[in-house]
């Protein structure tokens, strides 16, 4: 017990140690914790512990993260991205493969190696790559378009490449390879069975995923919601993707797949916001894990004494995938800098080139001593990879920049409305909004109100809205405004002030309960506040005037003054507001009140002259004697 | 008989001493329509296809109003942009109104003298209603000269509200039942209760 919390508070600490100084040296988290397991592998050698086995647990966060972005991802647009998936992706991976292939066999090896070798570096690192690219939010850029076709596709390409791999056995290494299959899951299941019945078992899972995702998941959250317990939705989240992942598993499929299909099955649902919310930190603290195991991994000794040997070979390696990468990205279209960021980013080898190495090793496809060196090349590349970044960042990109042919960025949820609420205030605001033409996110968190807003087929999503993380899953750091539309005082307070706090430029419309609550607002830092039943009061107002037989365009300019004068003497007011003390306890407050609703009264109804009534300013007539005055003037400007 | 329908527009009617009474003198004639403008439209958001079918609907539009600075009340202006599109009212394909009349009933604060050269309005009434005739000939509308009342500050003293109101009751009626001679209005600067342009019934 006591090793497991020892392990686990190394973990955390080096991460809160080395990710701060790496952000603001500009590297990004990854290599921060890169560095973090570099310093640490002489504290866990010394502790023995089992950095591989570590590393397989944590790569899981590469499963939450492909369902996060699942999520993120409707099947919509999956489908638009089809070409890029498939050609691009397929390219990719088939190019490097033959080329890594045929170096491997000028330097040497046998081709059955050769090819193994190939097919280990063609895949690249989709932990380190997304994780970066959704730091720089260029995930729905062009190039990160492209990225991620390419990675989602070499994730798929792991599942034939297992396969493939015992083909390639070399007899003389066969005899230390016993436990082949156990190791790539559970292969054991499918195991004498027929060609076309493992297809069956795999078309049928991921049957039950896009179904279960479809009709089961929504009255399972449902039914949660209403609880109410914040760590059960947690809970049952993180069993949704644990689920799927192992469903994959056992039929043979990869499990990062399977929760990526789980995540666009549910990127339409309500709890979309939620879930990410839910899910996202366990992802970062995976994955933080499964960099920091990558870096302590790292063979010092044996990378000392062949230092140039595995540096040529790693910068070969990153030299071979940017050269294919370019040369793809100008194929399909890939813009401008955008080629770079694709071609440089893609450069390492990734995570399931650790995995593919130790099943070769265990098939006897490839020995002890050359899968050593090989898992450095794959460690250093992706050590390399933040540091290609920063030369994309300052060679290549400002290149790009004030000289015209930039285009615009293809990220398509900037600028968005969050619109927190959406009850019989909220909604028409939403309505409105989106007649208007405008990207609106609508977070609410009562369960079955939901469930009728998407029969309209408005787009809503399930959480409390006053939560930070929920905010944050639901764009506010790309939000340009969020309306405030919640009808519980305190948290439309709250909100208002972290929002102020937190994100100064989103602009926010706040929704107020009563006058003093406008004067809470304005002091928590909003600064368009609008009272939520002021204007339908004044409204039913006028209508009461127009039936009391007032010509209506009367009652409409009665109706806008004493809109006028409200404001006005809520202005006045506001010094005297003491937010410490109930209102009809201030005497000061309670005075002034009196005096200006006399005053109001008085004007409204107009004094003993026949123009006294301020409505009236618009249409006051000369009177006969300025008419008199100016008949005068005019003879006098005549003779 | 004409289908003529009258448009009232007055943004200060409970200070209105001769428009309220000109206006419940139209809203009482039978068989031609009455339109509050400002009652039908207190925020200014007017109907335009319910405008245009109003304006199909008839043959004679006549504007009642008060010289407002020299022009109409802000929202006879208002429904002027709106409601005379391109394309209904005027341009391509816009002959709706073709061979409709368009009649003003104006009043003026200003003494009938102070509208010309040497008076202190300088010009004659017409000069200030010219926007209006040019619109009408715009439209294919045929403009007949305004019903007039000057000197309206002093008109209730000098007990002049009564014979206009009769004389626009008159002229309605006469209007609705084709006794208005168009031709001889044509002829005049402005109309007053005191020569209106109709024919007997006999004649009609």
Known sequence: MSDFLLLTFVFLAAGAVAVPIASRLGFGSVLGYLMAGILLSPLLDALGVDVISIQHFAEFGVVLMLFLIGLELEPRLLWSMRRRLLGLGGLQVVVTILIVTGVAVALGQRWQVALAIGMVLALSSTAIVLQTLNERGSLKSDGGEASFSVLLFQDIAVIPMLALLPLLAVPGLHETAAADGSHSGGFGLMEGLAGWQQALITAGAIGVVVSLGSYLVRPVFRYIALANLRELFTAVALALVVGTALLMTVVGLSPALGSFLAGVVLANSEYRHELESSIDPFKGLLLGVFFITVGAAINFELLFAEFETIMALTLGLILIKVAVLYGLALIFGVRNQHRWLFALGLAQAGEFGFVLLSFAVASGVLGAGLSERLLLVVAISMLLTPLLFIVYDRAIRPRHLGTGQREPDAIDERGTVIVAGSGRFGGIINRLLIGAGYKTVVLDYHAEHLERLRAFGIKVFFGDATRPDLLHAAGIDEASMLVIAIDDRDKITNLVRWTVENHPDVYIVARALDRSHVYELWAAGARDIIRDTFDSSIRAGRSALEALGMHPYDAELQARQFARDDKASMRELADLYDPNMPVHLNRAYVERTREILAEQEKAMRGGPQMFGDRNDRAWERPTQADVETVEAESKAAAE | ?204
């Not at chain 2, 004639?29 to 304006?55: G, K, M, T, W």
């Open chain 2, 1 to 204: 008989m004409a289908r003529l329908l009258v448009y009232y527009a007055h943004p200060g009617q409970r200070h209105s001493r001769l428009n309220r009474v000109l206006a419940g003198v139209a809203r009482e004639i039978a068989e031609i329509n009455f339109v509050d403008l400002y009652a039908e439209y207190p925020r200014h958001d007017i109907d335009i296809d319910r405008e245009q079918s109003r304006l199909v609907d008839h043959d004679v539009l006549l504007f009642q109003f008060p010289m407002f600075w020299y022009s109409t009340p802000s929202l006879v202006k208002e429904w002027i942009d709106l409601v005379l599109e391109h394309g209904f009212a005027y341009g391509k394909g816009g002959d709706a109104l073709y061979g409709k009349r368009l009649m003003l009933a104006v009043s003026a604060g200003a003494p009938e003298e102070a509208y010309a050269p040497d008076g202190y309005q300088k010009y004659p009434l017409r000069r200030f209603l010219l926007p209006l005739e040019q619109t009408a000939v715009l439209c294919h509308l045929a403009f007949t000269p305004p019903y007039t009342l000057y000197g309206s500050l002093r008109a209730g003293d000098e007990s002049r509200i009564d014979p206009h109101a009769e004389g626009y009751r008159r002229l309605l009626e006469a209007v609705r039942d084709d006794r208005f001679d168009f031709d001889a209005a044509a002829e005049m600067d402005v109309i007053t209760c005191d020569a209106l342009p109709i024919r007997n019934a006999a004649m009609a």
